[in-house]
């Protein structure tokens, strides 16, 4: 940090310091810290991502454990900015990276999944259906917003499935994964038959 004072545009020494924010674990620190990079480039994907990932963290918190958290008082603010910073990552991105494209399906997934959890929990009175058939419109707008995002990955990573690198090869089997599930919300079966052949025969040439 006495670096950063005596030389504050130095980007190594920004990088080194994002990482300890990283590595503490404390996500405000570290937001603050993301949010004042972003303020001085605003064009750098890679710093937009990692803010929009920070966002994203605090709007769907987790304990030591892994076990999903209550949504804080100020979720809808919070899936708002990840959306705009993830959004800014991918305008300014010049490589297509698949991991913004997708990390953005997933922030709109992972909202549907949560509409699909409170439809499950409904009860059978009228009153209770109606809201189950208002909360089915909004998991199906969500799914149609993650679409296109989660489509543009799976066909980057399929179409070179063969050289994907570890990470990547995790990406493509949640993304098969996350497009099934959608398709199958969507009655489209034949798209459902689709990703479950595309996954078989990545798991048996893996295998």
Not at 147 to 158: A, F, G, R
Not at 168 to 190: G, N, W
């Amino acid at each position: 940090t006495q670096g950063r004072k005596l030389y504050p545009d130095n980007t190594e020494l920004r990088n080194a310091e994002l990482n300890l924010y990283l590595k503490s674990g404390n996500q405000d620190a570290l937001l603050k810290k993301l949010e004042e990079a972003v303020a001085k480039e605003p064009n750098n994907p890679e710093l937009l991502f990692n803010l929009g990932n920070g966002y994203n963290n605090l709007a769907f918190p987790k304990d030591a454990n892994g076990k999903e958290l209550p949504k804080p008082a100020n979720y809808a603010e919070l899936i708002n900015k990840a959306e705009g910073a993830y959004l800014q990552a991918i305008a300014a991105d010049k490589q297509s990276k698949p991991e913004y494209s997708y990390t953005l399906g997933a922030l709109y997934f992972n909202q549907a999944s949560g509409i699909n959890n409170e439809m499950n929990q409904l009860g059978t009175s009228a009153a209770d259906q109606k809201k189950y058939d208002d909360l089915a419109v909004q998991r199906g707008a969500m799914f149609d917003k993650a679409l296109p995002h989660l489509e543009k990955v799976y066909t980057s990573l399929d179409a070179n499935v063969a050289k994907l690198n570890q990470e990547d090869k995790i990406t493509y089997q949640s993304v098969i994964f996350a497009l099934r599930e959608i398709y199958a919300k969507q009655s489209k079966m034949d798209k459902v038959a689709e990703m479950k052949k595309k996954l078989d025969a990545f798991r048996a040439a893996e295998q």
